[in-house]
């Protein structure tokens, strides 16, 4: 135990905290909470299911793209092979998803949703809207459609720089004009 005099010594060099350190001035701490608050409203919305915005992402997207082997999709979303494998495993679980080994190259899985798969994002695409437009409920039309382009001009200029990139397809929407960068030499090895 330390003597009482050095007890003092320690608290008074404690350094005293100021209006630089507040994480509501670091936009990288108000995306994470802006995430974790669309996570809680997806969930609330979906309850009926129980399935995530990833796992739904990942259907909706299989919905479009039928039949893309597992690192194409991984990059059509942005996640890591690792992370699309594991979400893949639980659709194919819950019979939403069906991976099948390719005929030209048995090393890739191709994957497609079923047809309760289909029926599932058909079921909750309203779903899945209102989670979005409660995300935005608190701006007005204009400010939506601004904040929208700020976001997509934030995640296409350092799109590179996450541990997945994104590689969206030409099939995407309009409005998210992520230009497809070239593949680096990790996301050429073969394809899982």
Request: glycine share 4%; proline share 6%; net charge positive.
């Amino acid at each position: 135990m330390l003597p009482h005099s050095r007890k003092k010594k320690i608290v008074a060099k404690t350094p005293k905290f100021h209006a630089h350190t507040s994480v509501w001035d670091r936009p990288g701490f108000l995306v994470r909470r802006l995430h974790q608050i669309h996570v809680a409203i997806f969930l609330e919305e979906m309850a009926e299911d129980n399935i995530t915005p990833i796992q739904y992402g990942l259907l909706s997207a299989l919905a479009d793209l039928p039949g893309l082997d597992q690192l194409s999709l991984a990059e059509e979303i942005g996640i890591d092979r690792a992370n699309v494998a594991d979400v893949l495993t639980r659709l194919e679980n819950r019979g939403l998803v069906i991976r099948t080994v390719s005929t030209q190259d048995n090393r890739r899985k191709l994957c497609a949703p079923t047809k309760q798969g289909l029926a599932f994002v058909r079921k909750h695409y309203e779903n899945m809207q209102r989670a979005q437009d409660r995300l935005l409920r608190p701006l007005d039309p204009a400010e939506r459609a601004e904040f929208m382009r700020l976001l997509r001009c934030v995640v296409e200029a350092s799109n590179d720089l996450g541990r997945a990139p994104l590689r969206p397809s030409a099939q995407r929407g309009a409005a998210a004009k992520i230009e497809e960068r070239p593949r680096s030499h990790a996301s050429t090895r073969t394809r899982g």
